[in-house]
Each structure stands twice: as C-alpha cells, then as structure tokens.
Nanobody
Framework: QVQLVESGGGLVQPGGSLRLSCTASGFTSNDYTIAWFRQVPGAEREGVSVITTRDGGKSYADSVKGRFTISRDGLENTFYLQMNSLKPEDTAVYYC????????????????????WGQGTQVTVSS
C-alpha cells in the first residue's frame, strides 16, 4: 500500500521561501515518479514539478522554473519542493502524487496518470 504524506505548508510573505516534504512508503521498486501538483478553488489542477527516481530526471512548470527545486533524500524516501521567491499566485493547496512507473516527459503533468495522492498542504503567499 503506497502512502504519501506531505508537510511544510504555511503562510509566507511575497519573496519568501517554504520547503514542502513528501514522505513516500510502499513503492515496491526503485523506478517510480513523484510529482507536485497544486490547485486553487475553481481552477484546474496544475503540475508544478516532477522527479523520476531511477535517473533523477526533473521537470518544472514554466511558472516555477528558476524559483522551485525538487529533490530527494534517497535514504529516507522523502521528496522535497524548495520554493523560493514566492509570489501571491503561488497560493494553492499543494499535493504530492506518485506513479509506480516512470512517465515520459510529455506526460509528467497529466494528473490522471498518478494513482497515489497525498492529503495536500496549504501554501499561502500574502503580505
């Protein structure tokens, strides 16, 4: 049984930083995909960043490139989303998602391809 548990959300001022964590358990191979999505009420879910565990490949949405960094602590199977230079438009509920296979680059932000989801953590960027 795969489980994803997020933490690290909160309130931050514009220009500030937050780090989200996602602890994964239950994956039976070392070749899977972890992604961060975000969603605001009334809007579609948006893919933010992705990492594949076998080769460490990473992808970012254009809206967060240069500001967000995804990483992994392999020993702990914990995945991080370091968010810097935060903007009010980054305000959303952030979800960690997992797929037990590696996704091709053109599909990494297709939410329907991820079977496992965390509970979500609120990030609010406001002065």
């Amino acid at each position: 049984q795969v489980q994803l548990v997020e933490s690290g959300g909160g309130l931050v001022q514009p220009g500030g930083s937050l780090r989200l964590s996602c602890t994964a358990s239950g994956f039976t191979s070392n070749d899977y995909t972890i992604a961060w999505f975000r969603q605001v009420p009334g809007a579609e879910r948006e893919g933010v960043s992705v990492i594949t565990t076998r080769d460490g490949g990473k992808s970012y949405a254009d809206s967060v490139k240069g500001r967000f960094t995804i990483s992994r602590d392999g020993l702990e199977n914990t995945f991080y989303l370091q968010m810097n230079s935060l903007k009010p438009e980054d305000t959303a509920v952030y979800y960690c998602a997992g797929a037990n296979y590696r996704l091709d680059a053109e599909y990494v932000f297709r939410g329907e391809l991820y079977r496992y989801w965390g509970q979500g953590t609120q990030v609010t960027v406001s002065s």
